[in-house]
């Protein structure tokens, strides 16, 4: 069965303070990893797509980065606009994705 | 339209009404999911509409839920006899097609249904 565990479960960071959240799964077949930010009362917002182990896609201050069993989203000098819950999803051999219960992020100023 | 669009945005239902959750995707988008979305905890799938192949249903948790597409276009999710275990946030997201991970999904801001 397709898993995906995200840790922390919340992280609080003072703005500047640069730090990384962790998602580890465990699937057969890994199709892609999808890195998603979620702001309360609203639906997650796409952020990146990751394929294969070693690969790294960026987005202003937000990097992620991939191996066979984990991915991770590195924060540099986060502000407290990027305060959200980061979600971690995965597409195996199945049509969905499977998600991860998300990082939930607090920067303050 | 621009983005994908949900309604109602809130439902209070008493236990044992049905509802319906309607769901319009982006035009042109041939994949729409429904996940829910119960109180911190992560996504979990429900159902999955690719063109006019037969649905995946695998994650729908009893009978009382149904989900309906007409087309390419709109899709409605009914759950019957609603328990105040359906308490939650209902998500449609629509995508260009199965694979079509470059984008990733486009997510409408949900259906918040509250059974008392």
């Known amino acids: 069965e397709d898993q995906v565990t995200q840790s922390p479960e919340a992280l609080r960071l003072q703005e500047g303070e640069s730090s990384s959240l962790n998602c580890s799964y465990t699937?057969?077949?890994?199709?892609?990893l999808f890195w998603y930010r979620q702001d309360p009362g609203k639906g997650p917002e796409f952020l990146f797509t990751l394929y294969s182990a070693g690969e790294e896609k960026e987005k202003e201050r937000l990097k992620a980065t991939l191996t066979k069993k984990e991915s991770f989203l590195h924060i540099t000098a986060p502000k407290p606009e990027d305060s959200a819950t980061y979600l971690c999803a995965v597409q195996a051999g199945g049509q969905n994705f499977v998600f991860g219960p998300g990082t939930r992020l607090s920067v303050l100023p | 339209g621009a983005g994908v669009s949900q309604s109602p945005s809130n439902k209070v239902t008493e236990k044992g009404k049905d509802v319906e959750l309607r769901c319009d995707p982006i035009?042109?988008?041939?994949?729409l999911y429904w996940y829910r979305q119960r109180l911190g905890q992560g996504l979990e799938f429900l159902i999955y509409?690719?063109?006019?192949?037969?649905?995946?249903k695998s994650g729908l948790p009893s009978d009382r839920f149904s989900a309906e597409r007409t087309g390419e276009s709109v899709s409605t999710l009914t759950i019957q006899r609603t328990q105040q275990e359906d308490s939650a946030v209902y998500l449609c997201a629509s995508s260009l097609g199965v694979w079509s991970a470059n984008y990733g999904y486009t997510f409408g801001s949900g259906t918040r249904l509250t059974v008392v």
């Open positions: 699937v057969s077949g890994l199709r892609g």
């Open positions: 509409f690719q063109g006019n192949s037969a649905p995946d």
């Open positions: 035009s042109g988008h041939t994949a």
